[in-house]
Structure formats: C-alpha cells, structure tokens
C-alpha cells in the first residue's frame, strides 16, 4: 500500500517542509517518570524531547499523588526546555461528620 504523503500534510505545504517546520520542546520534572500531555494527548514520560508543529499548546505534567503542571506555550523555530515543578497533593479535605440532633430521650411518666 502506498500512501499519499501530501493528504498529510498542511494545505499548501509539501511533506518535506513539514518535518522542517517542526521544533523541540524538552519536558523534564522534578520527579520521575512523570505523564506529559500535549493539547490533552498523551505523549509519552518525562524527561522526553517533543517534535511540536509551530503555534500555541498546551503542555501538562501529570504524577499520581502531585497537583498536574500546565503551562501554555508558543513555539517556535527555537528549541523551548520546560522544567515542571510538581508539588505532593495534600490530602483530600475531610467531612465534617454531621452530628445528628440530640434525641429527646424524656419519657412521659404517669
């Protein structure tokens, strides 16, 4: 089977600029073996270098036990490094328990 590379690419542009246009972006964290996320996708562990296409995206850091990192970025030609700072989740805040109303425990007595 042969495909059609132009059908892949961006209208009005040729296959070969597309790989040209396309910039890197180094994700790290603080911890390790972190989930990264482009535009909602996944898109592999920290630390990765990412082949973006030019234009705004928005890159999450993501670590079972750690608030998520986000950050929206504008690439470019240049190469961008991002170093995500994830901090340790607190614990989920507790409920109150409800105290149920005190029940009248007063007997008729005759």
């Given at each position: 089977?042969t495909?059609?590379?132009?059908?892949?690419?961006?209208?009005?542009?040729?296959?070969?600029?597309?790989?040209?246009?396309?910039?890197?972006?180094?994700?790290?964290?603080?911890?390790?073996?972190?989930?990264?996320?482009?535009?909602?996708?996944?898109?592999?562990?920290?630390?990765?270098?990412?082949?973006?296409?030019?234009?705004?995206?928005?890159?999450?850091?993501?670590?079972?036990?750690?608030?998520?990192?986000?950050?929206s970025?504008?690439?470019?030609?240049?190469?961008?490094?991002?170093n995500?700072?994830?901090?340790?989740?607190?614990g989920?805040?507790?409920?109150?328990?409800?105290?149920?109303?005190?029940?009248?425990?007063?007997?008729?007595?005759?």
């Amino acid at each position: 089977m042969t495909l059609d590379m132009v059908r892949f690419s961006p209208a009005g542009s040729a296959p070969g600029n597309m790989v040209a246009s396309l910039s890197v972006v180094s994700v790290d964290a603080n911890q390790s073996n972190c989930d990264i996320e482009v535009d909602g996708s996944f898109v592999g562990n920290t630390p990765s270098q990412l082949s973006l296409v030019p234009g705004k995206h928005e890159i999450t850091v993501k670590k079972k036990g750690y608030a998520d990192w986000t950050r929206s970025v504008m690439v470019s030609g240049s190469g961008i490094h991002l170093n995500a700072e994830l901090e340790a989740q607190t614990g989920a805040p507790v409920a109150a328990t409800p105290v149920p109303p005190a029940s009248s425990t007063s007997a008729l007595k005759n």
